[in-house]
């Protein structure tokens, strides 16, 4: 098959995809313009991330197409429905950085229980405060994760090693991890002195943590989120924050994203007033971005399309 890069990916994708027979296209450059005139008509493969939005428009542009290769877990860029109604398989992987975005979001909750960053920006200021840096321990918290998928069990087993209590409300088709409790959304929002959020970006999800949901918790938790920014309104989370409905926010994805996932649109209200708030810990959509899942993603999509379209010889 002719596969059509769109994106750039880890080149053991393409490796092991011409491997097996297949011819592997750089299409970096090309737009969406030119691919509805018709550029990639013998696409029957492409490979893709964020840039772009393959809708039933694009679609109808590639006759031949046969695969949809998604890099990362998320699939809102892709008309799923569209693509299957028209015999493209889609593929993504979420398996490839379950390991990075779950340490990422260790890592993000150990800091805001021990105001790693406070303090570190303490002690370059020449500072030596001890008791002002007092941490939380996180063992034996309960921490209720909102979406047990590839991320969200590989956080809850790394939280289970910690000595917590872990509770997960999906909706869906939680993975099964022993030691976990799956309970009702509002058991978990009622008990949890964590919530972290492993959800699709839907149009069921986006916008699902507003003024309401927040006032829905009990126990003024730590807030997390690592999986996609509209989930969240950051200014209600301002919000939750400074009136004390929240104890901390760790937020690795913004409302504030472009599509792409590459920049801000804009520094909201919200964003400016969590950017001066030392209870809120921000980071740029790197949760599952590592030197190793770079490398995980294209493997893991590879395995995937060659299962399906084996060796061609």
């Known amino acids: 098959m002719v596969v059509h890069f769109l994106e750039t990916v880890h080149p053991v994708l393409a490796e092991r995809l011409t491997a097996a027979g297949h011819t592997c296209v750089e299409s970096y450059g090309v737009s969406r313009a030119e691919i509805l005139a018709g550029a990639l008509t013998e696409a029957e493969g492409l490979v893709v991330r964020s840039r772009f939005m393959v809708d039933a428009e694009l679609l109808a542009a590639l006759p031949a197409l046969r695969f949809i290769a998604r890099s990362g877990s998320g699939l809102e860029n892709i008309d799923v429905a569209a693509a299957e109604a028209r015999g493209v398989a889609v593929f993504n992987s979420p398996e490839g950085n379950r390991v990075a975005v779950a340490e990422h979001a260790m890592g993000m909750l150990l800091a805001l229980l021990h105001k790693l960053a406070v303090a570190d920006a303490s002690v370059r200021r020449g500072e030596w405060l001890r008791e002002q840096h007092r941490g939380l321990e996180l063992a034996g918290r309960t921490v209720g994760i909102i979406g047990l998928g590839q991320t969200g069990s590989a956080f809850a087993q790394r939280l289970l090693a910690f000595e917590c209590r872990v509770l997960a409300y999906d909706k869906y088709s939680p993975l099964p991890v022993p030691g976990v409790e799956l309970v009702d959304e509002a058991t978990l929002l009622g008990a949890s002195d964590v919530v972290s959020l492993h959800l699709p ?113």
């Open 201 to 313: 970006l839907t149009d069921e999800t986006d916008g699902l943590v507003n003024d309401a949901w927040l006032n829905r918790l009990s126990r003024n938790p730590i807030l997390l989120n690592t999986s996609r920014g509209p989930i969240v309104s950051t200014a209600a989370v301002a919000r939750a924050l400074s009136a004390g409905r929240l104890s901390g926010v760790a937020l690795d994805v913004l409302e504030e994203e472009g599509r792409d996932l590459l920049a801000l649109t804009n520094r909201s209200e919200g964003l400016t007033a969590l950017a001066a708030d030392p209870r809120a810990l921000l980071t740029p959509h790197v949760a599952g971005w590592t030197v190793e899942s770079y490398v995980k993603l294209s493997n893991v999509l590879a395995d995937k399309v060659l299962n399906q379209f084996p060796l061609t010889f």
